[in-house]
């Protein structure tokens, strides 16, 4: 073995020894030994046969590196205190390690991101080829070895670990070195939002649930404090956060928006249009599911909402009623879903994506909107109608056709804080960037992005030199990715693989952290990507926070569920009456199929299977049967029954003297001589 070897050997050894007895170095080794001695000698020895003197050996003549060499000491004087731990020690040796109360061990949090490390985040390159996160590679003995002067800040798990950052092998300084999961959901999350502070997250699924996070009082497993449903049966579209925080609005599949506050707690519904009212200024709300919310950037009392009704209304988030109507300029009449809708850094633009692929941006400063027709004419007073108080909007705005391929939603808006750019994510598997003093053409388009969620997202980085977008995986589950492209030199610089599809995108500012909504056929969750070094709060403050453990005092009350009538008591005479009727179904005599060829000289309510079988105890039956007058039709000549009304067909010529010379000539069927003479 090389000289290498042996010191990385040693120092395995040290660590050991260090971990056992919590000594770092020999010589502290050596003493806690000759206590152990001295007392153990003391406590198993009479008084009479205790030795007076021991063997001597000097500890300069010790090898400090012979781990074998017996550590033979002088006696020291001790006292009390000293004795009773140095017999407690002797004693406890003589048991199991695993007897009485042990130590608790606390993970160091450099092992904790070392767990959650993606694969191959340590290069740090701009290949876009990161695949989708694995667990890290076990360390090497030589990173957990520690010699007595190793220093506690060096890292344990590379360049992904606590050091400085490394511009030359990532110049972006992207925080994605780590990921962790936060709770699952049931299906795709579909929308998320963080509070300006870092503090809160809100994640819609697909699932018809919100789930709310609170990294202030989260521990390490993840788990929501919240979990909501805003409208039962609608999945949800968009959630939005108010710019202080206090409260969030809600967008679902519903026609109707809701707004909560910061606890989860609702504070208002809006109020559903009408939807047999054709003009859309003259209804209180949309008529049509919601498909995208997003609350004003700067007014903490002002929403925006857009519907598949065809129009973008802007609310009053305080009292939950609308303040302005817009209807975007269509080319031919008929009504065309509002996907997209959003504000711009100071909430002086509004930008409208439509299913047709066009584009529309409008200026809302200043005086913004008209008064609506029939709020300028006072409805009479017979009919008690109440003023319409909203404005509306038909123009004005900038039109662009064909941004998009019609036909395919524009799933996502988002302008930067330079105030001349936007980005807009197709459905047709694009992403393009526009300039807003140019808006004829695109600036650049990224293609070959596909996606299959009508919400997917895109976004700026912080310093806008990058743009963020997700594209769903294929039905195998795979393909999903989150996706880094240079604002500058227009091209992708990163690729980072995901669970299944990348939905919704936020890169917070403050946390420096990428907030991913994710799933697939099995569920969804919000992952999170950071770094330890570059990132702040956030996901951090909960890592090393350990989850409540179950005590075996704990107890929760068992959900029981009943079923209405289900107990005997709430039980129907009715369903006793069905469940004899189905007992007497076997018996072949009280249900059994009536006989073919019944005669109707029986009329009666029948008996024993029979139609008419009542035994003959009606008196009408009985005089008719004794007087001849009740026959049975089977034994009856039906063709003699009828010619014995011939003779008197002369009598109704009167009533039918027009068809006399238009009746058919009669012609019955001669009998033939052959018949004639076999019957003979």
Aim: proline share 5%; aromatic share 6%.
């Amino acid at each position: 073995m090389d000289s290498d070897g042996e010191e990385e050997e040693l120092a395995q050894l040290r660590a050991q020894r260090s971990q056992r007895t919590g000594v770092a170095d020999l010589r502290g080794l050596q003493q806690k030994q000759r206590q152990a001695n001295t007392t153990a000698a003391s406590f198993f020895e009479e008084p009479d046969s205790r030795p007076t003197s021991r063997p001597r050996r000097s500890a300069v003549d010790i090898d400090e590196d012979d781990e074998d060499a017996p550590a033979v000491v002088d006696d020291v004087d001790l006292d009390t205190d000293d004795i009773a731990d140095v017999q407690h020690g002797a004693l406890r040796a003589a048991f199991p390690m695993a007897f009485g109360q042990q130590e608790s061990k606390v993970e160091s949090l450099e092992s904790i991101h070392a767990a959650r490390l993606r694969s191959g985040s340590e290069a740090g390159t701009s290949t876009p080829q990161v695949g989708q996160p694995q667990s890290p590679a076990a360390p090497t003995a030589k990173s957990q070895s520690a010699s007595d002067s190793d220093s506690q800040d060096e890292t344990a798990f590379g360049n992904g670990g606590l050091g400085e950052p490394n511009t030359e092998t990532d110049p972006y300084l992207l925080p994605v070195s780590h990921e962790v999961a936060l709770e699952g959901q049931g299906k795709v999350v579909t929308s998320l939002d963080v509070d300006h502070s870092g503090s809160r997250l809100l994640a819609g699924s697909r699932d018809y649930s919100l789930r709310m996070f609170d990294f202030n009082g989260m521990k390490s497993d993840m788990r929501s404090f919240r979990r909501l449903e805003p409208s039962d049966g609608h999945p949800v579209h968009s959630v939005s956060l108010s710019p202080t925080g206090d409260a969030f609005l809600v967008a679902t599949g519903s026609s109707q928006i809701k707004v909560y506050d910061r606890d989860g707690k609702e504070r208002g519904v809006s109020v559903a249009g009408d939807m047999y009212i054709r003009d859309l200024r003259n209804t209180k709300g949309h008529i049509s599911p919601c498909t995208h919310a997003q609350w004003h950037p700067t007014d903490r009392f002002t929403g925006m909402t857009s519907s598949d009704d065809g129009s973008i209304r802007v609310w009053d988030t305080w009292n939950v009623l609308q303040k302005t109507v817009i209807k975007p300029q269509l080319a031919k009449p008929g009504r065309i879903a509002v996907t997209a809708c959003a504000y711009n850094h100071d909430g002086g633009l509004i930008g409208g994506g439509m299913f047709d692929g066009t584009l529309q941006i409008w200026d809302v400063k200043g005086k913004f909107g008209t008064a609506a027709s029939t709020g300028v004419v006072m409805p009479p007073k017979p009919q008690m109608i109440a003023k319409q108080d909203w404005r509306y909007v038909s123009g004005g705005g900038r039109v662009l056709r064909n941004a998009h391929e019609p036909s395919t939603e524009i799933t996502s808006l988002a302008f930067a804080s330079n105030g001349h750019s936007l980005v807009s994510r197709g459905a047709d598997e694009t992403l393009k960037m526009w300039d807003l003093r140019k808006l004829k053409a695109p600036v650049h388009v990224f293609t070959g992005l596909p996606t299959t969620h009508s919400e997917t997202g895109c976004c700026f980085s912080p310093d806008e030199s990058l743009i963020l977008t997700g594209v769903s995986a294929q039905r195998d589950g795979t393909g999903g990715a989150l996706l880094f492209f240079d604002v500058n030199k227009l091209q992708l610089v990163r690729r980072i693989g995901t669970v299944g599809s990348a939905v919704a995108v936020h890169w917070h500012s403050r946390l420096n952290q990428i907030f991913v909504g994710t799933g697939d056929k099995a569920g969804g969750c919000v992952r999170a990507l950071y770094d330890p070094t570059l990132s702040e709060r956030g996901v951090l403050l909960c890592a090393a926070r350990k989850p409540r453990t179950k005590d075996p005092l704990d107890f929760e009350a068992p959900v029981v569920i009943h079923t209405p009538h289900a107990l005997p008591m709430f039980k129907e005479a009715k369903q006793i009456r069905k469940r004899k009727s189905e007992r007497d179904h076997d018996d072949a005599v009280k249900f059994h199929k009536p006989e073919v060829g019944s005669s109707a000289a029986t009329l009666g309510r029948g008996a024993a299977g029979l139609i008419g079988k009542t035994g003959g105890t009606l008196l009408t039956q009985y005089i008719l049967k004794n007087h001849g007058m009740l026959k049975n039709p089977a034994e009856e000549d039906i063709r003699a029954a009828i010619l014995r009304h011939e003779a008197h067909a002369d009598e109704f010529k009167a009533h039918t003297a027009a068809y006399n010379k238009t009746q058919p000539n009669k012609i019955f069927a001669e009998e033939e001589k052959e018949e004639q003479e076999e019957g003979s």
